[in-house]
């Protein structure tokens, strides 16, 4: 099983849905641009944020299995994939790719 690289490459703001429909909090997401994790398999990247997790999980399953060119050329490097939490208020865009040396990090 090969090793997942993910990139935090975009975090949006929508702040004009955010006054209209979201309840106030403290406290929603700590990923910042840049910030890199690396996944093995199944287990959550420490410090990565749950809820991103379940979106992007089952992609960085796949890549680390071998799984390659997702939906028939989506991507550049088909052994990556560009996937977004699934925060409609400040969604978070992640680079996955698959490090092809089983000891890069």
Same mark, same amino acid.
């Given at each position: ?27 929603a997401?700590?990923? %910042?641009?840049g910030?890199?994790?690396?996944? &093995?398999?199944?287990? *959550? $990247?420490?410090? !990565?944020? =749950?809820?991103?997790? /379940? ?22 490097? %088909?052994?990556?994939?560009?996937i977004?939490? &699934?925060?409609?208020? *400040? $969604?978070?865009? !992640?680079? =996955?790719?698959?490090? /092809? ?5």
């Amino acid at each position: 099983m090969k090793k997942v690289r993910i990139t935090v490459m975009k975090v949006a703001c929508y702040k004009d849905l955010m006054e209209k429909y979201e309840n106030p909090i403290e406290h929603a997401c700590s990923m %910042k641009e840049g910030m890199v994790f690396i996944a &093995n398999g199944w287990e *959550r $990247p420490e410090g !990565f944020c =749950l809820s991103a997790w /379940e979106t992007v999980s089952p992609f960085v399953m796949a890549l680390s299995h071998g799984a390659q060119d997702f939906y028939d050329g989506w991507m550049k490097n %088909k052994r990556s994939a560009m996937i977004s939490c &699934n925060d409609g208020f *400040r $969604p978070v865009s !992640f680079l =996955l790719e698959t490090l /092809e040396d089983e000891n890069a990090v």
